[in-house]
């Protein structure tokens, strides 16, 4: 369980580490981009809801170390949720 938390980690932090994948979107159809960057922020708000769900599963050392990465990722991804056009 503990590798498929490291692997969401990391795919959250590849997806959305320098927003690549949201300018990429961008450039392509400003029209359509809200609506694609608000799906996929849900869904990766989702699986880390889920991975922090699994986090009181895993060994107390575990857990701090994890949880704040978890956490921290969260905030960012609400705090992009927000900013992005109703």
């Known amino acids: 369980m503990l590798c498929e938390v490291r692997h969401m980690l990391a795919r959250l932090m590849q997806v959305f580490g320098a927003g690549q994948r949201g300018e990429a979107i961008m450039d392509n159809s400003n029209e359509f981009a809200p609506v694609y960057m608000r799906h996929d922020l849900m ?36 705090s992009e ?3 992005l056009p109703a």
Do not use: C, F, K, V
Request: glycine share 2%; proline share 3%.
């Open 43 to 78: 869904i990766e708000i989702g699986r880390l809801e889920m991975a922090m769900d699994h986090l009181e599963e895993r060994e107390q050392t575990q857990q701090q170390q994890l949880r704040p990465r978890l956490e921290s990722r969260m905030t960012h991804l609400l």
């Open 81 to 83: 949720l927000d900013h």
